[in-house]
T-cell receptor, first 113, second 115 residues
């Protein structure tokens, strides 16, 4: 069964460092998402992406965050200067055109020290 | 702003009995509801969904009930099995597909099914 793959599974970084989280969505999906889950809290929407541009972003997705689909297969989330409060599980998801069910990756755990 | 609320952080049931997980929502624009299941170290996986034009959807041991007037939905698992032990997330959406589609999640309920 097709799946969304995410790398790395776990990244530890120092505060202020840049981090790039990578995702390979399902190949025939057109809509891409990043969500995050801080430990013990709900899964929160960060950003949606379609046709090489951001469709919608949440208040969390400030100027420190950016997304890119550099080569037609990868979908990346960059955090320019990480803060302690960025520590969370980051989930990538993708959606087929006309569908309503997001398929999620296994997540990337980011720990900011 | 909790638009989707799961007020029970955890639920414990015996194998073979019914598990009932509850979810409330506040946004009357939501018209599509989903349940996802999440095991540790994995991403959420889709379980079952229901459109606002229905009040029940069944798939094997899983049934979702929707009460629009009460803005309440529930997931019934019967009979419960130890492999059902996971965190269950309720999610909702107000648009159908397309570039504006997104899901709003509740905090999740940890279900433990005891053998």
């Amino acid at each position: 069964e097709p799946e969304v793959t995410q790398t790395p599974s776990h990244q530890v970084t120092q505060m202020g460092q840049e981090v790039i989280l990578r995702c390979v969505p399902i190949s025939n999906h057109l809509y891409f998402y990043w969500y995050r889950q801080i430990l013990g809290q709900k899964v929160e929407f960060l950003v949606s992406f379609y046709n090489n541009e951001i469709s919608e972003k949440s208040e969390i997705f400030d100027d420190q965050f950016s997304v890119e689909r550099p080569d037609g297969s990868n979908f990346t989330l960059k955090i320019r200067s990480t803060k302690l409060e960025d520590s969370a599980m980051y989930f990538c998801a993708s959606l087929h055109s006309g569908a309503n069910v997001l398929t999620f990756g296994a997540g990337s755990r980011l720990t900011v020290l | 702003d909790q638009q989707v609320k799961q007020n029970s952080p955890s639920l414990s049931v015996q194998e073979g009995r019914i598990s009932i997980l509850n979810c409330d929502y506040t946004n009357s624009m939501f018209d599509y509801f989903l349940w996802y299941k999440k095991y540790p170290a994995e991403g959420p996986t889709f379980l079952i969904s229901i459109s606002s034009i229905k009040d029940k959807n069944e798939d094997g041991r899983f049934t979702v009930f929707l009460n629009k007037s009460a803005k309440h939905l529930s997931l019934h698992i019967v009979p419960s099995q130890p492999g059902d032990s996971a965190v269950y997330f309720c999610a909702a959406s107000g648009t159908r597909g397309g570039s504006n589609y997104k899901l709003t999640f509740g905090k999740g309920t940890l279900l433990t099914v005891n053998p």
